[in-house]
């Protein structure tokens, strides 16, 4: 399922993405930089054999890149303080959901955006985040 916690799992021990869709990540992933992409079945095809030789160099060069991207954009902490720094009190979240992705499966191309959720209590990411952490809105992050 597009967007679901199998990417930023498998990215998280520096598996190399094969996706098609590395533009719904934020940042996007890029091709051979930190992920391998495709658009179609042809192209997958043909990006599976490319992937399988690629030399041992290459692999490491990649799965660096991917440990990097991950450790900056994706950890859990990383996505609190990015809320939490954030000057605007409204923060866009894109929402995926598998109705969407079942009922529109050829919207699922690369440049696809399929609902974006705006309608939501003012704050409720913070308090998400807050809770995530351990305490309450607007306290400060506890020091170890």
């Given at each position: ?38 658009d ?20 490491a ?21 990015r ?62």
């Open positions: 399922m597009p967007m679901c916690h199998n990417i930023v799992e498998a990215m998280a021990v520096g598996t190399i993405p094969i996706t098609n869709y590395p533009e719904w990540l934020d940042p996007p992933l890029k091709h051979m930089e930190n992920c391998i992409a495709f179609d079945e042809d192209e997958l095809i043909a990006r599976l054999r490319q992937a399988l030789e690629l030399d041992p160099q290459e692999i060069r990649l799965r660096a890149n991917v440990l990097d991207y991950y450790h900056t954009h994706l950890r859990p902490e990383t996505f609190i303080q809320v939490e720094a954030s000057a605007d009190r409204d923060l866009p979240v894109l929402m995926h959901t598998e109705g969407n992705v079942w009922h529109n499966p050829k919207k699922l191309g690369r440049k696809a955006i399929l609902m974006q959720g705006t309608a939501r209590p003012r704050g409720w990411l913070r308090r998400m985040a807050a809770c995530y952490l351990g305490r309450e809105p607007g306290q400060p992050r506890a020091t170890p």
